[in-house]
């Protein structure tokens, strides 16, 4: 009976140790990144806004098949929804399973003649719930080196769309 209370008593006492150490994480995590590009900013429009070009520059939709349901994307195991556009900036929804949904959001803005910076960012908000704060963690690997590749072939794209 002793081995008993100690084992509910020590499983009590860490559970309370990792929901104290979650908090210190927050709430609301953002993972972005930034490129240069040489483009238009209608041709930055064009490739960022319309889920349909993604294919040609987003790598992992090469390899899923995307479906459309009303104004919604499924691809794989993830929904995509535009939620506003404007002449600078694009929004999304984009909820994969088993996670909290991201506000996707692509910004161009022009710093000299010709040359744009394509700021894309995640945003999540997560719950005080422990597994949620501790897998936040992640996003930045994760999702911060998935972002560069996916700028970089979208710059080699525009490079090539302004050759032509």
Same mark, same amino acid.
């Given at each position: 009976?002793?081995?008993?209370?100690?084992?509910?008593?020590?499983?009590?006492?860490?559970?309370? %140790?990792?929901?104290?150490? *979650?908090? =210190?994480?927050?709430?609301?995590?953002?993972? !972005?990144?930034?490129? /240069?590009?040489? +483009?238009?900013?209608?041709? %930055?429009?064009?490739?960022? *806004?319309? =889920?349909?070009?993604?294919?040609?520059?987003? !790598?992992?939709?090469? /390899?899923?098949? +995307?479906?459309?349901?009303?104004?919604?994307?499924?691809?794989?195991?993830?929904?995509?929804?535009?939620?506003?556009? !404007?002449?600078?900036?694009?929004?999304?929804?984009?909820?994969?399973?088993?996670?909290?949904?991201?506000?996707?959001?692509?910004?161009?803005?022009?710093?000299?003649?010709?040359?744009?910076?394509?700021?894309?960012?995640?945003?999540?908000?997560?719950?005080?719930?422990?597994?949620?704060?501790?897998?936040?963690?992640?996003?930045?690997?994760?999702?911060?080196?998935?972002?560069?590749?996916?700028?970089?072939?979208?710059?080699?794209?525009?490079?090539?769309?302004?050759?032509?």
């Amino acid at each position: 009976m002793r081995l008993l209370k100690l084992i509910i008593i020590s499983l009590f006492v860490l559970g309370a %140790i990792v929901t104290s150490i *979650s908090a =210190l994480f927050p709430s609301t995590v953002m993972v !972005s990144r930034a490129m /240069e590009v040489g +483009a238009t900013s209608q041709q %930055i429009a064009h490739y960022t *806004s319309d =889920l349909n070009e993604w294919n040609k520059w987003m !790598s992992d939709w090469k /390899e899923n098949k +995307a479906i459309w349901k009303d104004s919604t994307l499924y691809i794989g195991t993830q929904t995509i929804k535009l939620v506003s556009k !404007s002449d600078s900036s694009v929004t999304f929804d984009w909820v994969a399973t088993g996670q909290r949904p991201y506000i996707v959001k692509f910004e161009w803005f022009p710093t000299q003649n010709g040359i744009y910076v394509i700021h894309w960012s995640f945003e999540q908000h997560v719950k005080w719930y422990p597994w949620e704060k501790f897998q936040t963690l992640l996003n930045e690997k994760v999702l911060g080196y998935k972002m560069e590749l996916e700028l970089a072939n979208l710059r080699d794209l525009l490079l090539q769309d302004i050759n032509k």
